[in-house]
Every structure is written in C-alpha cells, then in structure tokens.
C-alpha cells in the first residue's frame, strides 16, 4: 500500500501561484496508478476538501463493477500545509531577518482531526496580515497547543519540505559544519524541537518527511532526518512525490 500524503491543487492558488492540478484530476491519477490513496495539503487552504469529497462519493457509487469496489478502498486524506510561526507574529512586530513561515503538514485521521484542522485554518486567517504584497496567514505554536490540547490522536503531522522548520534549520546549520561547538547545539535544539513537537500531538503521530530528489540541499537534509529518526526512535518516515 502507498499513500502519496503532500500534494498540491489549484486550490493553492489564492494567496500564490502554485499548482494547476484540479483536486478531481489529482485524485484520478492517484487511482490510475495504483495507489492507496492520495492527501491533499494546499497551502493554508482547506477549499478542495468539498471538490474532493464529492468527486470520491461519486466515483463509489456511479461506478459499476470491480472499479467500484477499488473507489471504495480508494482513500482520498483532507489535510492542509499550514505555516508554522512563533506566537504572536504579526504586521507590526514582523522581521524578515528573524521570522520565516515555516510549512508544516497536518493530515486528518478522522472527523475530529478535519474539525481540529478547520479551526487551526480559522485561527490562522485570525492573525493574518498584509506582507510583501503577500496575505500572510501565520498557526502559533500556541494555536496547536490550544486545539489539540488532550485530545491527540485525531491529527497525523510531518515536517514538510526543506521549507519547513526542520529543513530550514538544517541547511543553515550546515553552512557553520566547521564550527563544532556551534553545529553540535544547533543539532541538539532541533531534537528539542521534535520532541516538543511530539508532546503537542503524540510521539505516534508526528513523523519526518523525507522528499525524493537529486537537489544537494535536499538529499543533505534527508540524511540528518533519518539520523534524527533513528536517534529519536522515530521509526516510519514519511515519503512523499508531488505530482
């Protein structure tokens, strides 16, 4: 079973240039090429869930046959690629030197983690401000804590692309590699980051994602992410292709 989990629509498109998949060709695709099933995680937007949700309810019961029965098994993951901020940024108190917006995945696992993406999504647009001819629309680490609070379970994460907060850290902790004492305790803060993260939604439920790629940057950050699976005992790693 392979389930491609970070994957983009047109729905995207609304803040940002970034895809021209139609949530109904993306999912067709999965299926025709054999797939479990297919995420959806637009770039702080969860409008494609209704698209997709009505396309995969009608492929189950308008098919006839055994590709009615594989639509059945077919799962078709609401989820959404937030950015990841330190609390309280905003319009006013923002330093492009300091404050980057860190992608994040969320994928729900039930009816209770779409709710508890939906009213992340709501706090989310909450803080939003005006940058760079740009809507920026900042999750706290707050808002996470807040939402999921005790109820953890319903809510899978990863930690995105080298554009997350993970990837990010990394490469410019390798641009210091010489300095030792300074390497070593950047390493050892983004290990206290994933185990913060893991606190907010459960060690099962947080994972590391590694992206197939021939780009330097990215095979380098893989082999820090799988150090830090091993070291950390996170023992699935998220794999993802876009399409």
Not at 173 to 180: D, G, L, P, V
């Amino acid at each position: 079973q392979y389930y491609s989990l970070h994957n983009h629509t047109d729905a995207s498109n609304a803040r940002l240039i970034d895809s021209i998949n139609k949530p109904t060709d993306l999912i067709k695709r999965a299926f025709d090429l054999g797939l479990s099933g297919i995420a959806i995680t637009d770039h702080e937007t969860i409008k494609a869930h209704v698209k997709a949700s009505q396309f995969i309810k009608k492929k189950r019961t308008e098919t006839e046959g055994e590709e009615k029965e594989k639509w059945k098994n077919f799962k078709v993951i609401f989820g959404n690629e937030i950015y990841l901020c330190r609390n309280g940024l905003n319009s006013e108190n923002y330093d492009s030197k300091k404050d980057k917006f860190y992608h994040f995945i969320l994928l729900a696992v039930d009816e209770i983690g779409h709710e508890q993406i939906r009213r992340l999504s709501t706090k989310a647009y909450g803080h939003s401000f005006m940058k760079n001819r740009m809507l920026r629309v900042p999750t706290y680490y707050k808002d996470l804590e807040e939402v999921i609070g005790e109820d953890k379970g319903h809510l899978i994460a990863s930690s995105a692309c080298i554009g997350g907060f993970l990837g990010t850290k990394i490469l410019k902790a390798s641009t210091q590699e010489r300095y030792k004492d300074y390497f070593n305790k950047e390493i050892e803060n983004l290990k206290a980051w994933i185990e913060y993260i893991q606190s907010i939604f459960g060690k099962e439920n947080f994972f590391l994602e590694l992206q197939p790629s021939d780009n330097e940057e990215q095979i380098y950050v893989n082999k820090w992410l799988i150090n830090f699976s091993k070291e950390l005992k996170i023992t699935d790693l998220l794999c993802s292709i876009r399409f």
